[in-house]
C-alpha cells in the first residue's frame, strides 16, 4: 500500500513539476521518474533523455573487478612480479593481448585486429554510419616496469563500456576501443608503431616490410608473422592506414606518470597539449690511447666531447626560459670502454621535447652547432649527427576539451587543465581526428618503474569520466 501512494505521489509531482521553474522542476522530475522505476522495475524513458547530469548520476565502475583484471594482465610477463616486461610479439604479449580481446567480447563489442595487430573492438550505435567515438591506448611494457602505464586506458575503456551499459544508456555515434601495437620502441626503436602507421606512415610502411629488425637480427615482419600477423606476403601495411576523419574523436585515459595531481590533490587531468619529441643520435670519432702514455695536451678525447655536448644540451633547453622545454642524454657509450684507454668513440642518444615546435627546433639546432664547435676545438671528429625523428605536438580539440571538462563537473570531480610530457599514441590519433586525454594521478609520479601505482578509487573516477565523455560525444 505504501509503495502504491509512493507511485501515485510521484506521477502527482510529475505533473506539478511542468508548472515549476526549469531548474526546479528537471530536478523534480528526475526524482519523480526514478521512484516510479523503482516501483515498475522497468525503465519509462529512452536513456540520455534528460542529459548527462541524470547520467552521471547512474554510472557505477566496478573498482575491484578492473583492479583484479590489471593484476592479472601483469602476469603475462617476462620478468618477476611486481615488476612487467612484455615486448612486443613475444609469446606473454600474445597471451595478452588474446586476455584483452577476451574481455571485448564479454562486453560485448565485435572485435577484429589489423595487419600488425592493432585490436578494436566496437559497441554499434544507433547511426552506425556516423564516425565512431574512439578510445584506448597500449598494454606493451618497457622491462622492468610497472603494470599500470597504457593498461588503465585499455582495460578502463572496456569497463568504460560496460559502465554505459549497465546504465542504460544507448550510444547514437559508435563507440570503439583500440588496443594500440607497440607504444614503446622497446623491440624495435620505434615508438607509437601501430597509431603512427594508423595515421598513414608511409615511410614506416615501407621501412617495417624491408629494413627493421630487432637486437636478435629479427626482421619486424618475421616477428609479427609469428605473432600471427603481417600473413600477406604482398601486404605493404598500407591496409592499416585509416582516412583522416574516420573517427569523430578520440580520447585516452592514462595515468599522469608526473607527479602534479596528487601533489595538488585533484583527481583529474583534462590534457591540452601533447608534447612531441625529436630524437636524436651523435657520434665522435678521436684518437684514442694508452690512458697513462699519451699526455694531456696531446689527447682527441672523444669522451671529453660527449661529456661536453651532454651539458650543452641542458644549457640550450634552459635558454628557452619555458618549463615546456625538456632535454635529455639517456645514452651515452664509449669505446673501448676500458678504464685505462682513452675513448676513441663516443656515442649519445638525446631526446628533446616541447609544446612549441618551433622552440624544440631552435634547441636541435644549438645543439648541432655546438656539437661542431665541440669537435673542433678538442680536435674529433663528428662523424655522425642524426635527427631520427623530429615529431610535431599535437593540441586537444576544444570541443573535447569541453566535453572532458563538463564530465569532470558533472562527476564532482576536481580538475585542471594541464599538458602532456610524455607522448602517447593519442598524439598520432590527432592526425586522424579530433583528440582529448584524460589524466589520472598516480603515486609520487612514478612511471616505468615496478613502484608505478594508480589507486582503484583514481581509475574509477577516470573510467567515469572516459564513460561520460564518451556518451556526451557519441550523442554529438
Not at 528537471?26 to 526514478?34: D, M, T, V
Not at 595487430?117 to 566496437?122: E, Q
Request: proline fraction near 5%; aromatic fraction near 6%.
Amino acid at each position: 500500500m505504501e509503495s502504491l501512494e509512493r507511485f501515485l505521489c510521484s506521477i502527482a509531482l510529475l505533473v506539478i513539476s511542468l508548472l515549476l521553474p526549469s531548474s526546479l522542476a528537471q530536478q523534480q522530475q528526475h526524482e519523480s521518474i526514478r521512484t516510479m522505476e523503482d516501483f515498475s522495475g522497468y525503465p519509462i524513458h529512452e536513456p540520455g533523455q534528460f542529459g548527462s547530469i541524470n547520467l552521471a548520476s547512474s554510472l557505477s565502475v566496478d573498482a575491484p573487478g578492473l583492479q583484479k583484471q590489471i593484476d592479472e594482465l601483469s602476469n603475462f610477463s617476462d620478468a618477476p612480479s611486481p615488476s612487467v616486461t612484455r615486448v612486443l610479439y613475444t609469446d606473454k604479449d600474445v597471451l595478452a593481448r588474446r586476455y584483452v580481446k577476451n574481455l571485448m567480447a564479454l562486453a560485448g563489442l565485435t572485435v577484429r585486429e589489423d595487419a600488425v595487430g592493432n585490436i578494436f573492438g566496437k559497441w554499434d550505435g544507433s547511426e552506425p554510419n556516423l564516425p565512431a567515438v574512439a578510445t584506448g591506448s597500449h598494454i606493451d611494457a618497457i622491462p622492468y616496469s610497472g603494470k599500470y602505464d597504457g593498461v588503465v586506458g585499455v582495460l578502463g575503456a572496456i569497463e568504460a563500456i560496460n559502465v554505459l551499459k549497465r546504465s542504460g544508456f544507448k550510444p547514437k555515434r559508435s563507440l570503439e576501443i583500440i588496443l594500440f601495437t607497440s607504444e614503446e620502441p622497446t623491440r624495435f626503436g620505434i615508438s607509437c608503431l601501430g597509431s603512427r602507421l594508423l595515421a598513414g606512415s608511409k615511410e614506416l610502411a615501407e621501412a617495417l616490410k624491408t629494413t627493421v629488425f630487432d637486437g636478435q637480427n629479427v626482421s619486424f615482419i618475421d616477428a609479427a608473422k609469428s605473432a600471427g600477423y603481417a600473413e600477406d606476403k604482398d601486404d605493404d601495411l598500407s591496409s592499416v592506414f585509416l582516412k583522416k576523419g574516420s573517427y569523430f574523436a578520440f580520447i585516452e585515459l592514462h595515468i599522469e606518470q608526473g607527479p602534479i595531481l596528487e601533489d595538488e590533490g585533484l583527481d583529474i587531468g583534462v590534457v591540452t597539449a601533447i608534447a612531441a619529441p625529436a630524437s636524436l643520435k651523435v657520434e665522435f670519432e678521436g684518437g684514442g690511447g694508452h690512458a697513462g702514455a699519451v699526455l694531456m695536451p696531446y689527447r682527441n678525447d672523444a669522451g671529453l666531447a660527449a661529456a661536453e655536448l651532454a651539458l650543452a644540451v641542458e644549457k640550450h633547453v634552459l635558454e628557452s626560459e619555458s618549463i615546456d622545454t625538456v632535454g635529455t642524454v639517456g645514452i651515452l657509450e664509449l669505446h673501448p670502454g676500458a678504464i685505462n684507454s682513452i675513448p676513441s668513440k663516443s656515442h649519445l642518444e638525446i631526446d628533446t621535447r616541447d609544446i612549441d615546435e618551433a622552440r624544440r627546433n631552435t634547441v636541435i639546432k644549438k645543439i648541432q652547432e655546438s656539437a661542431n664547435t665541440i669537435a673542433k676545438k678538442r680536435k674529433v671528429k663528428l662523424s655522425e649527427f642524426q635527427i631520427v625523428n623530429q615529431d610535431p605536438p599535437a593540441l586537444s580539440d576544444k570541443l573535447v576539451i569541453k566535453k572532458m571538462a563538463e564530465a569532470a563537473t558533472e562527476l564532482n570531480l576536481s580538475h585542471k587543465m594541464m599538458i602532456s610530457r610524455a607522448y602517447h599514441d593519442s598524439l598520432f590519433m590527432a592526425r586522424i581526428s579530433p583528440m582529448g586525454m584524460i589524466f589520472i594521478p598516480c603515486y609520487k609520479g612514478y612511471s616505468h618503474k615496478p613502484e608505478e601505482y594508480s589507486s582503484p578509487e583514481d581509475m574509477a573516477n577516470g573510467v567515469k569520466v572516459l564513460s561520460l565523455t564518451l556518451a556526451k560525444l557519441s550523442l554529438e
